[in-house]
């Protein structure tokens, strides 16, 4: 169970009951926090009243023959993650959630997702858990690969209801939650600049940077003078972005993007690099200052440009690592799937979305960064394995999955259909393993040339220091 302030379901101890896909597919935002495009979600379902337990997000792999592979690793990862926190899941419930292309081929799309679907249906069925329901959303509709009853499941699909007007929104409002836009929009103000204008300057100034600092951080005499001017900027820049008025997010980032000049912003990723730099800062992750850093780590990760994308690593997983202790679960694990995103290797991110995943409470790290000590790295990888966590993501199509545990209120699925073909579900022969795990793209190194770029300036972040 998770024990952090805020949660993304109703208030402890109000049950809701939710019947039929309908009411599914419109509590999927709150369950997540956000409305999750381009994914495949499975959740965790316990007992005969089909109490929800933990959930599972992944990008949807794009191409088809990783399809029967993943599916098997998500279904592995949900049932053994499952049994670790609450016991084995009864059911699961599984929804693909993914747009069309123009907007308007809704059923297409959701043809096309077929074979994933009963992929993931074989894969649980061949561990003995059922797929309860498998679901589709795509343009504003919802479909069942389940159930073969064109009055209630028609070919064209049914549309999604009205926000606000259903019983989990209404549950919602009343425990105070918000749920977020889509997973891309929350992305977006993490990605790299894309206006070319804003991009090329910035990427000056990151070259004007590297030949002057880079040496200084490797120089054993002069790296602490280094992560002296680092930190004191960063304080600078955070008291300026304190005293801004407060504003909508879309405005706030463009506010907090023109107080930050390009040679401040690259001074600041590149002091960023060193993990004693870094963990310095990650104890800036709580009181009035948080938001502030917060603030920052997001800036300096939309400056993270061209050849330097692998440098957001840093300001990615501190936006992380903030967004967590602070209760907000959904950013943390957007920002911590980005660092590794763009770098797999980042070992502080690797550890901070396991022990995500894994519902450990960040007081634990808190109170180690309040005080002096080992690495930021070594201090979550130890309260992980004291809580007896394993693995807790598993990779495919060049990203994490995200694993929550449960939280918050008991919701229940209801059984409104007729049995038979109800008992049919989630059987059938085992999706074919490859004995491979599928390629993860992304994991080769810009070609730059810069050996010391690849390496972290020299030190691969391993954990322990150099």
Not at 28 to 41: A, K, R, T
Not at 260 to 265: V, Y
Not at 335 to 347: C, G, S
Not at 432 to 447: I, L
């Amino acid at each position: 169970m998770n024990k952090h302030h805020e949660s993304t379901g109703p208030a402890e101890g109000q049950q809701i009951t939710l019947r039929g896909p309908a009411e599914l597919a419109d509590a999927l935002p709150y369950l997540m926090g956000f409305h999750p495009d381009d994914s495949v979600v499975m959740v965790a379902l316990h007992g005969g009243r089909g109490r929800f337990g933990g959930r599972l997000r992944l990008g949807i792999p794009q191409a088809p023959g990783e399809w029967g592979p993943v599916a098997e690793q998500l279904a592995a990862s949900l049932i053994s993650g499952s049994e670790r926190r609450e016991g084995r899941p009864d059911a699961i419930v599984i929804f693909l959630c993914q747009d069309s292309p123009d907007g308007a081929s809704a059923r297409l799309t959701m043809e096309r997702l077929r074979p994933f679907a009963q992929s993931l249906r074989t894969a649980c069925g061949a561990l003995d858990v059922p797929v309860l329901e498998a679901l589709c959303i795509s343009d504003g509709r919802y479909w069942s690969y389940c159930c073969p009853d064109s009055r209630c499941c028609p070919a064209q699909g049914n549309p999604l209801a009205l926000p606000g007007t259903t019983v989990m929104a209404a549950a919602a409002a009343y425990a105070g939650i918000q749920v977020r836009g889509t997973l891309r929009d929350m992305e977006a103000r993490l990605a790299p600049w894309q206006a070319p204008d804003a991009a090329f300057a910035q990427l000056q100034a990151l070259g004007r940077a590297e030949p002057s600092l880079v040496p200084r951080i490797l120089d054993e005499r002069t790296k602490t003078e280094v992560a002296g001017e680092t930190l004191e900027l960063a304080r600078t820049l955070m008291g300026r972005l304190g005293r801004a008025r407060s504003a909508p997010e879309a405005v706030s980032d463009f506010e907090d993007d023109q107080s930050i000049g390009d040679d401040e912003a690259a001074a600041l990723i590149l002091g960023l690099q060193d993990r004693e730099t870094r963990d310095k800062a990650a104890a800036w992750m709580e009181g009035p200052g948080a938001q502030s850093a917060l603030r920052l780590w997001r800036a300096l990760a939309r400056r993270c440009v061209g050849p330097y994308g692998e440098h957001a690593a840093a300001p990615l997983t501190l936006a992380g690592w903030v967004s967590w202790s602070t209760g907000d679960e959904p950013g943390a694990r957007v920002a911590l799937t980005m660092a590794l995103r763009a770098d797999p290797e980042y070992t502080f991110a690797q550890l901070l979305h396991r022990a995500c995943n894994e519902g450990l409470d960040p007081e634990t790290l808190r109170r180690c960064l309040r005080g002096e000590g080992e690495t930021a790295d070594a201090r979550v990888e130890a309260d992980a394995d004291a809580a007896g966590t394993g693995a807790g993501t598993a990779g495919a199509a060049g990203t994490a999955a995200e694993a929550t545990a449960a939280r918050g209120p008991a919701l229940h699925v209801r059984r409104v259909r007729p049995l038979p073909h109800r008992e049919r579900r989630g059987t059938g022969r085992r999706a074919t393993d490859t004995g491979r795990r599928p390629p993860t793209p992304g994991t080769t190194r810009p070609g730059t040339g810069a050996t010391a770029r690849r390496t972290r300036y020299g030190r691969r972040d391993t954990g322990s220091h150099s």
